[in-house]
């Protein structure tokens, strides 16, 4: 989902004071934390852990422990104050309701009617179960304190401490509160002494040495739970790897001495010669075997309801066999190269889930099922039977959204989609979709619309047998895209085109390649005299430069023929170069903005991407993340073309070329820190060069600030360097961003976070016409790095995240003075509500 940005400065003053006011009233209502809390009860307000006598934090004990204290944001227990205002001795019901207050209750029914007093009844009765819905303190229980203590000594014996010992003790105060303290001696580890390796098998035997595996159980290691669970996994999946379908934890055991008192323990790893299988109503011993597949069926729409049917369409293609109930509408060609085990091949678990998830990446089904079965009369064969739920061919998507920005007032956008699957009966996916924007701005109300088209096809399109040099089992995808938009009073009102050729594979499980061969745009801005109706800073300082160098403090330059031309004058008058150099200055460099944000451009575009992410699903918060793109602009058709414009500048087809080298690295890191808190740093940095006398076109260049960006500024207002131009668009061509976030929670779905923002973006293009303070010259340069801190919360629904951050510019390089926390404060933050979180 995109995310969203609203930034309402203009309410900060009043939001501040409203904020103030209702949390002073909130804390003072329910401020009595124990208000719930009986005579012969007490709130844990804290947990200590004490190991060996010294004070752990480690949250890998805190899963252990079954009673926390109420959660908190800000030092509040939010939570616990709303459960407080709610009363456990209000009625329940509206009849028990009216009883206590008959007053009210009369005097809404003599009004309207027995029916309005009752809903009156109930909206109090609904209010009130509503706040004690909210976190009840949580009181210290013996039973949960005294499991807990078995939890943590389970634990420790786990990790290879047999003797250790732990107690507990509850701190039990007279304002109703009490701490809990555990008492943790380990006493010494137990370690790993002689490993006696015994397989029953032949078969296993002959596959576990010719695999040269080597085992992870060493002598002298420390006793590890963990490491004898990962043993078995590796063992599991060399065997399942390797024909014995049958093979399960079952099969192994582990036998550890525990009668030694040198704190040293033998190990004797069995692994059993035969699987036990039922067969009429008896389990019986068969010895392991090596299975290959001997057939492969596939039914290609397949459904519950059809289940015993006559399958009346079928076709065999390399050995698979196809059926449908109808008629089958998937190429077979195409869908056996999502097929990895072949008849006649070994029976392998890591082919059967990638035939599984090859499947599933197609798009075209909504379920995918493969059941394995014994064939009859023999006991090393297997038949797999794949069942594919087709989903339904075509699908309606509706997407909208609101946005705001610094230029644009708020406004509402739509996406129309619709999807057409197995376009070419290969599986592929051909979608067309409509977009459109309305919004209303300084400059009246403005529109876009636009349209594409796109192909994916489950495969690399590509000449030359290029195709063949990605395997099948990387998933490769090819990805056609052909797309125009149009905009009114929107900036210059920008048209443009784009045509993408773009092929994408996955590496392994972590690690994703992507090439876009043929991804050009055209940009064409159909109302360039608006410049200066958009830009109006622009158009101040320009109109003060004209003022000095026409010597009338009254001069109003016309809009826009007058300024265009001013500019041109200014440039080419070497007096007034020498006799006011900085507005000489001034107006080259609204000029080069002027041409650059002004020009049209193509830009075919080449790059490469690859990425690393070792996140296993959308629970994990415990992984990396690590992307760099490397893309050239202009550099084939500048070699085809050799004219140039009137500002010689390179074109094609008459129209200028922009031609640059782009990297963008980005990495993240995220760490489970216990209690369902996160902390995560996100990292950026990001370069582009132009070259044979090209300019960067405002849509590659890089800005600061933002909901997803530094969050202490607003988008474009940061930078460059340390300069604070005061213009609507900062832009630059180097970028360097940094974020630290530490998100908790707070109370059911709402979330808090409290995070650290910092970056800015340069000019390392060497143009003539940037100033000092705007280049990147050496790394005293990174002292214009601005810093931001805020705080937010966060409403988490699963499928999407609303999210409000304040940022308070704490660091700012442009001022002269005090640059540290000269505006910290809430008059002076930026307030960003967005969708999602910022990275």
């Known amino acids: 989902m995109k995310n969203t940005i609203f930034d309402v400065n203009s309410a900060a003053k009043v939001m501040k004071k409203l904020s103030f006011y209702f949390l002073l009233i909130f804390i003072l209502v329910s401020c009595n934390s124990t208000k719930h809390v009986t005579e012969d009860e007490h709130m844990l307000t804290q947990n200590y852990i004490f190991v060996d006598s010294t004070k752990n934090k480690n949250s890998e004990l805190q899963k252990y422990v079954l009673q926390k204290p109420n959660a908190r944001f800000l030092g509040f227990p939010f939570g616990l104050y709303f459960h407080n205002l709610g009363n456990h001795n209000k009625p329940k019901k509206p009849s028990e309701w009216g009883k206590k207050n008959l007053r009210s209750y009369n005097f809404i029914k003599n009004i309207f009617s027995e029916k309005q007093s009752i809903a009156y009844a109930n909206s109090f009765i609904r209010l009130n179960n509503w706040l004690l819905n909210y976190d009840a303190p949580a009181i210290v229980s013996q039973n949960k304190v005294k499991r807990t203590q078995d939890n943590l000594w389970a634990y420790y014996k786990t990790q290879g401490y047999f003797k250790s010992k732990v107690q507990s003790k509850i701190n039990r105060y007279n304002d109703k509160k009490a701490t809990v303290d555990y008492f943790i001696t380990k006493g010494k580890p137990t370690l790993l002494d002689t490993i006696n390796l015994k397989i029953e098998s032949p078969v296993l035997d002959s596959i576990y040495k010719s695999s040269g595996i080597a085992s992870l159980l060493k002598k002298g290691d420390q ?10 996994s590796s063992v599991i999946k060399l065997f399942r790897n390797n024909g014995i379908y049958h093979f399960s934890e079952a099969a192994l055991g582990f036998y550890v001495d525990s009668t030694r008192t040198d704190y040293k323990t033998n190990v004797d790893f069995l692994m059993s010669g035969f699987s036990f299988k039922e ?24 459904s519950f309801l059809k289940k015993g049917e006559t399958l009346s369409d079928t076709l065999t293609y390399k050995g698979i066999n196809f059926f449908a109930h109808n008629k089958i509408k998937y190429n077979p060609k195409y869908l056996a190269q999502s097929i990895f085990l072949k008849p006649g091949s070994v029976y392998k678990d890591t082919l059967r889930n990638l035939t599984r998830n090859h499947l599933k990446s197609l798009k075209n089904f909504k379920s995918t099922n493969i059941k394995f079965t014994p064939i009859l009369g023999s006991d090393d064969e297997l038949k797999m039977d794949i069942f594919l739920a087709p989903t339904e061919k075509y699908t309606l998507g509706f997407e909208t959204e609101l946005t705001h920005s610094n230029i644009r007032n708020i406004g509402t956008s739509a996406k129309f989609s619709i999807t057409d699957r197995n376009f070419l009966r290969g599986a592929e996916l051909f979608k067309l979709s409509f977009l459109g924007s309305y919004f209303n701005s300084n400059n009246g109300p403005g529109l876009e619309i636009g349209a594409d088209a796109s192909l994916e096809l489950p495969r690399l399109l590509a000449p030359f047998g290029i195709s063949k040099l990605v395997p099948k089992e990387m998933s490769p995808r090819t990805l056609i895209s052909l797309g125009t938009s149009f905009q009114k009073n929107i900036g210059l009102d920008r048209q443009t085109f784009t045509i993408l050729t773009d092929y994408k594979w996955q590496f392994n499980a972590k690690k994703t390649i992507q090439l876009e061969l043929f991804n050009t745009q055209y940009i064409h801005n159909l109302n360039i005299d608006r410049f200066f109706d958009i830009y109006s800073s622009e158009f101040t300082n320009l109109n003060n430069v004209a003022q000095t160098y026409y010597n009338n403090t009254t001069k109003e330059l016309s809009l826009p023929e007058e300024a265009v031309s001013f500019m041109d004058t200014v440039s ?29 451009f193509l830009i075919p575009v080449l790059a490469y991407s690859y990425t690393y992410n070792s996140q296993t699903n959308f629970k994990d918060n415990n992984f990396s993340f690590f992307k760099v793109r490397v893309a050239n602009s202009g550099n084939i058709l500048g070699l085809f073309s050799k004219n140039t414009n009137s500002k010689n500048k390179k074109t094609f087809l008459k129209i200028p070329l922009a031609q640059y080298f782009k990297t963008d690295i980005e990495y993240k890191k995220f760490w489970d820190v216990g209690g369902n808190s996160v902390f995560g740093i996100r990292t950026f940095l990001g370069a582009i060069i132009p070259y044979d006398n090209s300019d960067i076109p405002f849509t590659k260049s890089y800005f600061a600030g933002g909901s997803n960006d530094i969050r202490a500024w607003q988008t474009y207002e940061l930078g460059p360097g340390s300069r604070n131009t005061g213009l609507e668009y900062n832009v630059g061509s180097l970028k360097f961003l940094t974020s630290a976030e530490y998100r908790f929670d707070v ?36 002292e214009d790095i601005a810093i931001g801190s805020g705080f937010g919360a966060r409403l988490d629904f699963n499928f999407l995240v609303l999210r409000f951050d304040i940022g308070f510019k704490t660091y700012e390089p442009y001022l002269d003075n005090k640059k540290w926390f000269s505006n910290y404060n809430f008059s002076s933050a930026v307030y960003n509500i967005g969708i999602n979180y910022p990275f």
């Open 279 to 302: 067969e009429n109503g008896n389990y019986i011993n068969k010895p392991f075997k090596v299975h290959k597949i001997k057939e492969v069926n596939v039914i290609t729409d397949y």
């Open 747 to 782: 109370v059911s779905k709402l979330k808090g976070a409290v995070f650290i923002d910092a970056g800015n973006i340069w000019d390392i293009t060497g143009s003539s016409f940037v100033d000092d303070e705007s280049k990147f010259s050496n790394l005293s340069s990174l």
């Open 572 to 600: 080419t008058d070497t007096g007034f170069q020498t006799s006011n150099s900085d507005e000489y200055n001034t107006a080259l460099n609204i000029l080069d903005r002027y041409n650059i944000v002004t020009s049209d």
């Open 223 to 232: 006793y590890k739970d963990e490491t004898f669970r990962n043993e078995a």
